[in-house]
């Protein structure tokens, strides 16, 4: 557990109600969709308790965790404060919150915990408004959450952590985007190698320039891949989701594991397999929960033989993103 440095621990006294809020993590990238493409998951995300205070701005009073996390604790660079000081901004509150975070996502796995912990901020700063903006008027203070962890104001995994589902947003505007509906459910297997790769420095490695050949073949297989989420249809996502030969080539070199993992999931019958975000979380699409399970083993046995520790989760879509618990 991380304690506030005694210079900005200011704890004030509750004011009213106290409000615990859920920001659920989320697997991004998916495959060809670069900074566009994001998927809101179940059952694990970062936990804000927030209550108002009369001084104006955000207290951040205690952010805890993982054990060995490092996390924030300067209200300026936690992004769970700064998206929720800039809901207060945007809607011109007299009063401040203060802020709990506690982390359930490591930072540097590639399931959104940045954004996680940015989503949980905004909501719970906006629950506490006397008059709750909506939604959708959430987003310019998650993005700016989001470009405070990663140094990046992208949208696909602040997004779908805070719509649910997925969602695809524009890589160069991410205040444009769209939730794709899905028309049934979708079981994933998901795996977190030990080894931090921080977003930073994994987006720094990305080749500056690409060939028109590699930007025609990614943005076929992103429009083929929309498309077949849209029909349900997850052996042709399976398929285009692993077609990316822009970023996840490059990345994959961090991940030790990377080609053992999904040769295994592949094996076992998975739909597809991907580095999820900058990874080094490798998820892989299964039929059913059961299926999910066999394959989950399957990775994870793959990422032991290749010398990584590795925990590993069944999961699911989330269709609810932030939400009061
Ligand atoms: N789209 C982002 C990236 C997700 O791949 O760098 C990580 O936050």
Redesign the pocket.
């Known amino acids: 557990m991380e304690a506030v440095p005694s210079s900005i621990s200011v704890v004030p006294d509750r004011q009213g109600e106290r409000v615990v809020v859920w920001g659920p993590g989320s697997l ?2 998916l495959g060809p ?4 493409l ?1 998927l809101c998951i179940q059952g694990l995300g970062d936990r804000v308790e927030a209550w108002r205070t009369e001084t104006p701005g955000v207290a951040l009073v205690e952010a805890n965790g993982l054990p060995g996390s490092s996390i924030p604790c300067d209200p300026t660079t936690n992004t769970a404060a700064v998206a929720a000081a800039a809901v207060l901004r945007q809607a011109g509150a007299r009063h401040g919150v203060a802020l709990r975070l506690h982390k359930g996502l490591p930072s540097g796995s ?1 399931l ?1 915990s ?2 996680a912990s940015a989503v949980a901020g905004a909501w719970a700063a906006n629950l506490l408004l006397d008059e709750p903006l909506p939604r959708e008027a959430l987003v310019e203070a998650v993005l700016e959450g ?1 470009a405070v962890a ?1 140094g ?1 104001r ?1 949208g ?2 602040v997004l779908p952590a805070l719509f649910g589902g997925l969602v695809l947003v524009s ?1 160069s505007d991410p205040t444009c985007y769209r939730r794709i509906p899905l028309p049934g459910p979708l079981s994933i297997a998901l795996i977190l190698p030990r080894v931090e790769i921080l ?1 930073r420095t ?2 720094e490695i ?1 080749p500056r320039q690409v060939t028109l050949q590699d930007a025609v073949h990614n943005a076929s297989a992103l429009a083929f891949l929309i498309d077949a989420f849209r029909a349900g249809d997850w052996e042709t996502v399976g398929r285009w989701m692993m077609a990316d030969r822009i ?1 996840e080539p490059v ?1 994959a070199r961090l991940v030790p594991c990377y080609e053992p993992v999904r040769r295994a999931a592949l094996s076992a019958g998975a739909f597809g397999c991907a ?4 990874g080094p979380a490798l998820f892989a699409l299964a039929r059913d929960e059961m299926h999910a399970r066999q394959v989950l083993s399957a990775m994870r046995e793959a990422c032991l033989e290749s010398g990584v520790d590795v925990e590993g989760h069944v999961t699911a879509v989330d269709f609810e993103g932030a939400r009061q618990l």
């Open positions: 991004s990238n969709g670069f900074d566009a994001g590639g959104g940045s954004a989001e990663s990046s992208h696909d995994n890589a977003t994994a987006r990305l970023v990345r580095l999820t975000g900058s």
